[in-house]
């Protein structure tokens, strides 16, 4: 059995920042790709940002910039740090990760929230 469980969602005023964390823990041989989806109400969820286990990482066109997707292997943890946050950023964001060459796991998500 493999978890995902994300930390560090929350309230934040526009142009503002915040640091999410994603823990992966169980039977956990290798991980490869992790990353971050979002999704916000109304919308469908989007990919945010990718990271190989080598550190190579891939951002939407519409967070280029402003977050920062980065990896603690020994950890089993991603982060997704975030600045310059606008209104359109809010979402749940959902950590994902391909464990053991063959199993994609999500998270159950946390709430971010960019707002006056």
């Known amino acids: 059995q493999v978890q995902l469980v994300e930390s560090g969602g929350g309230l934040v005023q526009p142009g503002g920042s915040l640091r999410l964390s994603c823990t992966a823990s169980?039977?956990?041989?290798?991980?490869?790709?992790m990353g971050w989806d979002r999704q916000a109400p109304g919308k469908q969820r989007e990919l945010v940002a990718t990271?190989?286990?080598?550190?190579?990482?891939d951002y939407a066109d519409s967070v280029k910039g402003r977050f920062t997707i980065s990896r603690d292997n020994a950890k089993n943890t991603v982060y997704l740090q975030m600045n310059s946050l606008k209104p359109e950023d809010t979402a749940v964001y959902y950590c994902?990760?391909?464990?053991?060459?063959?199993?994609?796991?999500w998270g159950q998500g946390t709430q971010v929230t960019v707002s006056s």
């Open positions: 994902n990760g391909r464990v053991n060459l063959w199993y994609d796991y």
């Open positions: 169980g039977n956990i041989f290798s991980i490869d790709d």
């Open positions: 990271i190989t286990s080598g550190g190579r990482a």
